[in-house]
């Protein structure tokens, strides 16, 4: 129950104990089934979130072993990537679409340039280089998170350079479907200007090893691609995107790949892998 409910169900309890005549026997019953309800809800909210990972580990474990089916039909060796099950995902949206609903009319969402970004983020400033966003994407987003645990439930090791490769492509999908865009700097100028959602078709990001930062995030033009159609795109010296967007799109912590990596980590643990990775990811 939310706060407005319990607030209307304390106000019925009072209006009801202050009724003329009653006995305090009276009073004692409206006490105890104020009580029993409140038990009964908290009890209903633990089932719920019970079921949703007795569901989600019986989801994940049946397409395992489907996938694990397939390959040996095709005569494959097991894949690296351990899709997240779309039915998982059905599962952890219907169960907590109430609770989701019931917070939503309570607390109604601000305008995202109203909020300030959260020190628990990864991302800190109201516009993030495109590079370090995609790398923090990489290794704080709850996507980024369950991504490695895939990885190290399968293979016992996590790969940045995949990790990173993969991240890089979604963000370069997401700048093409237009649910993420970018801004450019032409030196020696001091104005960004936006980059045409179009510039996307022909360009991707290209990752590389880097001594200052790990992994460097450059984009370049797409296989056949003459450099000059983006010549704009490779000329800035700097590119942002806004940060508030990019969260949207990668939160930090999201119900639905928390759950999974928690049941991929158990399998890691299983198999004996790196615990420091562990640790990381938990």
């Not at 397939?70 to 907590?96: C, M, N, W, Y």
């Not at 790398?135 to 190290?152: F, I, N």
């Not at 700097?185 to 001091?190: E, H, K, L, S, V």
């Amino acid at each position: 129950m939310g706060v407005l409910a319990w607030t209307i169900v304390f106000g019925l309890i009072v209006a009801l104990l202050g009724i003329q005549g009653l006995t305090d026997a009276d009073r004692a019953w409206i006490i105890a089934a104020a009580v029993l309800a409140g038990l009964r809800a908290i009890i209903a909210g633990r089932r719920d979130a019970a079921f949703v990972k007795l569901w989600a580990r019986w989801k994940l474990r049946r397409s395992q072993h489907q996938h694990e089916e397939q390959l040996a039909g095709h005569g494959k060796t097991q894949s690296k990537i351990d899709a997240l099950p779309a039915a998982f995902e059905r599962v952890v949206s219907k169960v907590s679409s109430g609770r989701n609903l019931e917070r939503s009319s309570e607390q109604p969402t601000p305008h995202p340039d109203a909020t300030p970004l959260s020190g628990e983020e990864y991302l800190m400033y109201r516009e993030t280089e495109l590079g370090s966003a995609v790398r923090s994407m990489g290794w704080d987003s709850a996507w980024g998170r369950w991504y490695a645990s895939q990885q190290l439930a399968m293979n016992g090791a996590c790969d940045d350079w995949s990790l990173m490769n993969v991240a890089a492509h979604k963000v370069v999908d997401a700048f093409m479907d237009g649910g993420l865009a970018a801004r450019g700097r032409t030196p020696p100028g001091i104005v960004y200007e936006p980059i045409p959602r179009e510039t996307w078709r022909l360009a991707a990001l290209q990752v590389h090893s880097d001594v200052a930062c790990l992994w460097k995030i450059v984009p370049v033009p797409r296989s056949g691609v003459d450099p000059g159609r983006i010549g704009a795109l490779l000329g800035y010296d700097s590119v942002v995107v806004d940060s508030r967007q990019f969260l949207n799109l990668w939160p930090t912590k999201e119900q639905t790949h928390d759950v999974a990596r928690r049941l991929l980590l158990e399998r890691a643990q299983e198999k004996n892998a790196d615990p420091a990775a562990i640790a990381r990811l938990s």
